[in-house]
């Protein structure tokens, strides 16, 4: 008997589900998609589906719809209310096609009511260490929290789905086919040419991560670098690479703060790259004022940082605030220019790379799919999914405009004199 009232709970709240989603789907134009629902059966004749939106409890549609929000949606998910078969990056057009319906859910009575039928969730969410810090945000403490809430992870999961050197930052492509390590190597070398780097100076890499950058300028243009990180295990790993490398006499890895670097000797080039995130828009005069104070006349400062879009605005929280990237501040190109130019900086290039990051967010998502056995066995499956999706959801920001990354080329004048090439052309010659 009890078999039996669940079979038909079952079917009874798969039909509600139908229903529900026949009225909310009334006007969207996209059918590329279909959900099956939790007794088995599936709503959206579609042939060839993107992907497949999998209800794994009565109470899903119900968790979803309610009070659907960017981080509401990405909890259902990650704690396993629904999960997406096939191409997760597809799912965001549907994403935000709920986020606007937002208002609709609440004004329109026929979607109310048919919302309220909806089986409510009866279990408990595994709240699987959302950020929760203390002290002021962007203290030197609180920062130290959150990189190490973000990249103390095993480096084991992230070698699955990195390149072979680990760089954990937009690739830069000469094709759209190109695979990640090529498009790896490219982009530390354009970064290298960019900064016009010489033997026998000296570079600092703010937020070094694992050390491919410094590695690759010190092995190929002979430069003395220097790489901080906040992250202890990453340091660890990058110094045993350093002395693999046999780089160790003209590199090192320390784990500091930018703020805390001794201001005893200058560096000739200096270079920032996926750190910017972190800084926070009230810190930015005091990172540009730093970066000044570290670098010679006549030297260069490459700054590599993600962007909001100056018409973008976020309704609320973000999934990446609570889940990924704790603290972390997105802020328009045209802030960072003029926190960099009143800092003292001359502005002498910037380059978007948005389509480059899609590009390096898509085939990481699609190597952490292959290797996802072996992630939940490093990590655990909400993990899994936290990576998984909010990689996916980068990709969809990026390609929607929403997001953008760029590169910035500072200079330090020296008595008005960049001492810079009249054009770009060594970029771009190898």
Same mark, same amino acid.
């Given at each position: ?35 099956? $629902? ?203 690479? $350093? ?40 810190? $930015? ?17 490459? #700054? ?63 190597? $952490? ?34 997001? #953008? ?26």
């Amino acid at each position: 008997m009890a078999a039996l009232a669940k079979s038909l709970f079952g079917k009874t709240s798969s039909l509600a589900d139908a229903e529900f989603l026949d009225a909310l789907l009334a006007d969207y134009p996209k059918r590329d998609f279909q959900v099956r $629902l939790c007794d088995g059966t599936t709503w959206g004749a579609v042939q060839r589906p993107h992907f497949t939106l999998v209800l794994k409890h009565p109470g899903a549609l119900r968790t979803m719809c309610s009070r659907p929000s960017e981080l509401t949606l990405g909890e259902a998910y990650i704690y396993n209310d629904f999960d997406i078969e096939g191409d997760i990056e597809a799912a965001f057009e549907f994403a935000d096609y709920l986020l606007e319906q937002e208002g609709s859910l609440g004004k329109s009575l026929d979607l109310a009511e048919r919302l309220q039928k909806l089986p409510e969730n009866s279990g408990a969410h595994k709240n699987r260490r959302p950020a929760n810090f203390s002290g002021s945000v962007h203290s030197r403490d609180r920062d130290r929290q959150a990189v190490t809430y973000h990249y103390d992870l095993p480096a084991e999961f992230y070698a699955l789905w990195l390149d072979r050197r680990m760089v954990y930052s937009c690739a830069y492509f000469s094709t759209p086919e190109e695979d990640l390590d090529s498009a790896q190597e490219r982009k530390l070398d354009y970064i290298c040419r960019k900064l016009r780097l010489r033997r026998g100076e000296r570079l600092l890499d703010i937020g070094c991560g694992w050390g491919g950058l410094i590695m690759h300028a010190a092995a190929h243009y002979g430069v003395e670098a220097v790489g901080i990180t906040l992250s202890v295990p990453q340091a660890e790993l990058a110094r045993q690479r $350093l002395h693999e490398a046999g780089l160790t006499d003209r590199c090192r890895v320390e784990v500091s703060d930018y703020r805390d670097i001794e201001h005893g000797q200058l560096y000739d080039k200096i270079v920032s790259v996926g750190m910017f995130e972190h800084v926070g828009e009230a810190s $930015l005069p005091e990172y540009f004022n730093r970066a000044y104070e570290l670098l010679r006349s006549g030297g260069v400062f490459l #700054n590599h940082g993600i962007s909001y879009s100056a018409t973008y605005h976020r309704r609320d929280q973000s999934f990446s605030d609570r889940y990924v990237f704790p603290d972390s501040e997105l802020v328009p190109i045209n802030a960072t220019i003029r926190a960099a130019e009143l800092s003292g900086f001359e502005v002498r290039d910037v380059e978007s790379l948005r389509e480059h990051y899609a590009l390096t967010l898509h085939q990481w998502v699609q190597r $952490l799919e292959a290797h996802s056995e072996e992630a939940r066995r490093i990590t655990d499956d909400t993990t899994y999914r936290i990576w998984r999706l909010y990689m996916a959801g980068a990709v969809h920001r990026l390609r929607s405009g929403r997001l #953008n990354v760029y590169q910035t080329l500072l200079a330090k004048l020296s008595n008005g004199r960049s001492g810079l090439p009249l054009t770009r052309e060594d970029w771009y010659c190898v």
